[in-house]
Antibody, heavy 120, light 107 residues
Framework: QLQLQESGPGLVKPSETLSLTCTVS??????????WGWIRQPPGKGLEWIGS???????YYNPSLKSRVTISVDTSKHLFALKLNSVTAADTAVYFC????????????WGQGALVTVSS | DIQMTQSPSSLSASVGDRVTITCRAS??????LNWYQQKPGKAPNLLIY???SLQSGVPSRFSGSGSGTDFTLTISSLQPEDFATYYC?????????FGQGTKVDIK
């Protein structure tokens, strides 16, 4: 069974860069059938898609975050990464990584989530 | 962006009840609609994809229907483990967007 695991700092200062990685195990990150995505959820609120990337580098982002977001994939390490720069308190959220199918697109495997708090 | 609106925002129901949750899209999304269940402190879990296809391993008491702009998630006989928050998500156009969620709790 495919497993995803987020890791990274739980506390980031305002104006700095949030960095998370998602390690994929018990499955291949290099399949052309899937994308690898990030979704976040502020405390007590709903879900917001951040962006998704294929192993070959095809990437698309939510326009609301596009100017601050980078998603990358390292197939040799079986992981993909999220960087969100110039963070503010509004970026405090649980960040989930997930596998996204191509067409139709849906998120079928998720990590357990990582809480990132933006605070000085 | 395509707006997804769920109703109701919350509901109270008893074990054994039939529960229906509605999701409306701000434009035609054909059948590009998915449903997730989320329990407190956990990641969402895919229930239904492409409006009516049951994800592997999901109990058959869950079903989805609809196309165009109006969609429904039905739980035919609510079980204790079904008390959770449910989200719809459109995958017709990026950015993928989610409904605000429907919380199902115990009456």
């Amino acid at each position: 069974q495919l497993q995803l695991q987020e890791s990274g700092p739980g506390l980031v200062k305002p104006s700095e860069t949030l960095s998370l990685t998602c390690t994929v195990s018990s499955g291949s990150i290099s399949s052309s059938s899937y994308y690898w995505g990030w979704i976040r959820q502020p405390p007590g609120k709903g879900l917001e898609w951040i962006g998704s990337m294929s192993y070959s580098g095809n990437t698309y982002y939510n326009p609301s975050l596009k100017s601050r977001v980078t998603i990358s994939v390292d197939t040799s390490k079986h992981l993909f990464a999220l960087k969100l720069n110039s963070v503010t308190a509004a970026d405090t959220a649980v960040y989930f990584c997930a596998r996204q199918t191509a067409i139709p697109a849906y998120f079928d495997y998720w990590g357990q989530g990582a809480l990132v708090t933006v605070s000085s | 962006d395509i707006q997804m609106t769920q109703s109701p925002s919350s509901l109270s129901a008893s074990v054994g009840d039939r529960v229906t949750i509605t999701c409306r899209a701000s434009q035609n999304i054909n059948s590009f609609l998915n449903w997730y269940q989320q329990k407190p402190g956990k990641a969402p879990n895919l229930l239904i994809y492409a409006a009516s296809s049951l994800q592997s391993g999901v109990p058959s008491r869950f079903s989805g229907s609809g196309s165009g702009t109006d969609f429904t998630l039905t739980i035919s006989s609510l079980q204790p483990e079904d008390f959770a928050t449910y989200y719809c998500q459109q995958s017709y156009n990026t950015p993928w967007t989610f409904g605000q969620g429907t919380k199902v709790d115990i009456k």
